[in-house]
């Protein structure tokens, strides 16, 4: 059973279209994650709330916006997709707020199909 | 920079055979080391981790050991089942930075 819980589990939409990605963790964690897999690769970091700030990989491009309403929630609003956006996002949690402990605990993912 | 290199799949097993797969890292520091398992179709589970040299992590009969001298996390398993088939991930984190991983090992084990 994962504590990490993301909505919705399928997700498909057009490049007009704006959705978010939702989840939420239920172990106390103060560090939240998101990532995005592609096939038969690693997950890549795409966006990191900490110490209530956020961290961004610059290499991910703005039509992704993360949103941390409090620090058991974690959004991703999409907009403007391209097809190659395509991919499972995974949300992650880890204890951090110097209750340390790095190893990560991740949702079942969101898989995601831009058309 | 730091990084992490597991052996490239995939790794083809029968019913009950062991099981190595071998992660080597490079990094400043002592990070903690991690591997992460995903099944078809899931997102990543822990499956064990260490946070320092000579620590033995287990869970579920895998087991590995955090080698300083060889910066190595080698994953081992003593009689592998079908359900092990999957992807397995190794995986550093250094002072609370994001998780670095390696490019993933697929596991087939038939009956």
């Known amino acids: 059973d994962t504590e990490v819980t993301q909505t919705p589990k399928h997700l498909v939409m057009g490049m007009t279209n704006k959705k978010s990605l939702k989840c939420e963790q239920h172990?106390?964690?103060?560090?939240m994650y998101w990532y995005k897999q592609k096939a038969k690769k690693p997950p890549e970091l795409m966006f990191v709330?900490?110490?209530?700030?956020?961290?961004i990989n610059e290499s991910v491009p703005s039509r992704f916006s993360p949103e941390c309403p409090n620090s058991s929630l974690l959004n991703l609003h999409l907009h403007a997709l391209q097809p190659e956006d395509s991919a499972l996002y995974l949300c992650?949690?880890?204890?951090?707020?110097?209750?340390?402990?790095?190893?990560?605990?991740f949702g079942p993912g969101t898989r995601l199909t831009v058309t | 920079g730091n990084s992490v290199t597991q052996m490239e799949g995939p790794v083809t097993l029968s019913e009950e055979a062991f099981l190595t797969i071998n992660c080597t890292y490079t990094?400043?520091?002592?990070?903690?080391l991690f591997w992460y398992v995903q099944y078809p179709g899931e997102g990543l589970q822990l499956l064990l981790k260490?946070?320092?040299?000579?620590d033995k992590g287990s869970n579920k009969g895998f087991e590995a050991t955090y080698r300083k001298e060889t910066t190595s996390f080698h994953l081992e398993k003593g009689s592998v089942q079908v359900s092990d088939s999957a992807v397995y991930f190794c995986?550093?984190?250094?002072?609370?930075?994001?998780?670095?991983f390696g490019k993933g090992t697929t596991l087939s084990v038939s009956s």
């Open positions: 172990m106390g964690h103060r560090a």
């Open positions: 709330y900490s110490y209530e700030k956020l961290s």
């Open positions: 990094a400043t520091g002592y990070p903690s």
């Open positions: 992650a949690s880890s204890q951090d707020s110097q209750g340390r402990r790095y190893e990560q605990y």
């Open positions: 260490a946070t320092k040299a000579d």
């Open positions: 995986a550093l984190s250094q002072a609370g930075t994001a998780l670095i």
